[in-house]
């Protein structure tokens, strides 16, 4: 009996254990993501002239020191509607995230936006595109808070360093699979207050065949003076974006 039960819990033991290996992360991870946008919206403003986009990037994650870094591109027409030129945006960033307590989490980085060829600082009254802020956030279950801010000009506004975005929002998973998205952010541009604004999404994820789609309604109160398109459409009108990313 005694020789049983010990068989059973060194079986057991061995088992237990061979599921914690499988569950468990590499030291490395590395992945890759593509997608398209039906408009690339950024912080509700759109950065396509309300077009369709096209997006993707890698990742890297070291999971022992939660250190991270990667980068991004999109299909972009803002600067040329700015009367400079380009038509990609390249994001490169890189941080740190894990966990203060549990459930509370934290992430703070630096992200830099590079718009190769903008061209914005031969315009008058801007300066060029290229920005880089750096950020914090803390997160709770499923909310987080989250705060940047510009340690270059922001965006091509001239005299707009240490500007600065909040970032309220929860991701609720529901059932199903489906997951709830909610944010509402204020953009905060130095020395140049009329271009500052709220913007609000609310949307639904869920993913098929392995492709994760987001339906969302997204909007803003800024200046529909300010923020439009050569044709005189307003960049952060209310509307329902689509979009569709595939990472592996």
């Known amino acids: 009996m005694k020789k049983s039960l ?38 509700g403003i759109s950065q396509t002239r309300l077009d369709p986009a096209l997006q993707g990037g890698a990742d890297y994650t070291h999971n022992p020191t939660g250190f991270y870094a990667g980068t991004w591109l999109s299909s972009i027409k803002w600067t040329k509607d ?11 960033y890189a941080g740190k995230k894990g966990e203060i307590v549990k459930d509370v989490s934290y992430d703070v980085g630096v992200l830099s936006y590079v718009y190769p060829s ?6 008058a009254g ?18 987080y808070a989250k705060y940047s801010s510009s340690v270059t000009n922001l965006f091509g506004n001239p005299n707009s360093k240490n500007s600065g975005y909040l970032d309220l929002g929860a991701n609720i ?19 140049n207050s009329a271009y500052s604004y709220t913007d609000w999404k609310v949307g639904v994820t869920k993913e098929f065949v392995g492709v994760a789609f987001t339906l969302a309604a997204i909007g803003t109160n800024a200046n529909d003076a300010l923020y439009v398109t050569p044709a005189g459409k307003f ?14």
């Open 6 to 43: 010990l068989a059973v819990a060194v079986a057991s033991s061995f088992l237990t254990g061979f599921v914690h290996a499988e569950d468990a992360k590499p030291d490395n991870e590395v992945s890759f993501n593509v997608g398209v946008a039906s408009d690339y919206r950024y912080r």
């Open 82 to 92: 700015a009367g400079g030129g380009g038509d990609v945006e390249w994001d490169l």
């Open 173 to 191: 998973e529901l059932p199903d699979t489906y997951t709830l998205v909610l944010h509402a952010g204020r953009q905060m541009i130095k020395n």
């Open 126 to 143: 801007l300066v060029n595109a290229n920005t880089t802020e750096i950020y914090g956030q803390i997160g709770y279950g499923p909310m």
């Open 235 to 248: 960049t952060g009108k209310t509307s329902l974006v689509l979009t569709a990313v595939k990472t592996f």
């Open 118 to 123: 903008n061209g914005l600082d031969n315009v």
